[in-house]
């Protein structure tokens, strides 16, 4: 059977992590986008969030914390939808990267 | 209408759904296709995520159940205590019926 990269369920993975731990504004901020889209704007829901977050590649999926997972994926159904198109939305990021200069990797 | 009563053993199917023309998004882990378990609760019927994950109605409402497992038979090497179960809950396309 084809296993989806993200359905681990009895993979290997090391000790869970249950250390408490404040959320960043950015956090916060992509948990309000993604209320605003679904409960407000009625633009997307969770189901596709979910499956652009079991699109994302291998590599990406395990080096992305959970709310970047999130952000990707929103970015992606808009796009997919029309909200967005990716030239403006690769043109401000470039825009917000020279003004505060890069992220934190 | 639901196909299976509270208490009924059913085994969740082992389909290989194609990854063409879409990747499917699929609610039922991998680690749980082809084991047998039982009804523990009747869950409701809801729209099918299979289908709204790609933006469609998810119509016909699938009925979803919430599935009880012991832990000995879906991990072969469990070290666990022999009565420990693991509970998952699984729409009723993915369900038959257990000979």
């Known amino acids: 059977m084809t296993r989806s990269h993200h359905d681990m369920g009895g993979e290997a993975a090391g000790p869970v992590v249950i250390a408490e731990h404040d959320y960043s504004p950015w956090e916060k901020r992509i948990d309000a986008i993604m209320s605003l889209l679904v409960q407000q704007k009625n633009l997307l829901r969770v189901d596709e969030l979910r499956r652009g977050i079991e699109a994302l590649a291998p590599d990406a999926y395990d080096s992305l914390t959970y709310y970047e997972r999130w952000i990707a994926s929103i970015a992606a159904n808009l796009v997919e939808k029309g909200v967005l198109n990716q030239a403006e939305l690769d043109a401000r990021c470039a825009e917000i990267a020279t003004r505060d200069g890069p992220l934190e990797a | 209408m639901s196909r299976f009563a509270v208490g009924e053993r059913v085994t969740v199917h082992d389909r290989d759904p194609a990854w063409e023309p879409r990747k499917p998004h ?58 420990d179960k693991v509970e998952i809950e699984i729409y009723e396309h993915w369900l038959e019926k257990t000979p």
């Open chain 2, 26 to 83: 699929l609610r039922t882990p991998y680690y749980i296709r082809g084991k047998t378990g039982a009804v523990e609760r009747i869950c409701g019927e809801f729209r099918n995520p299979e289908g709204l994950a790609y933006g469609e109605d998810g119509l016909p409402k699938q009925t979803l159940y919430r599935i009880r497992f012991d832990q000995a038979h879906v991990w072969p090497d469990y070290s666990g205590p022999a009565h």
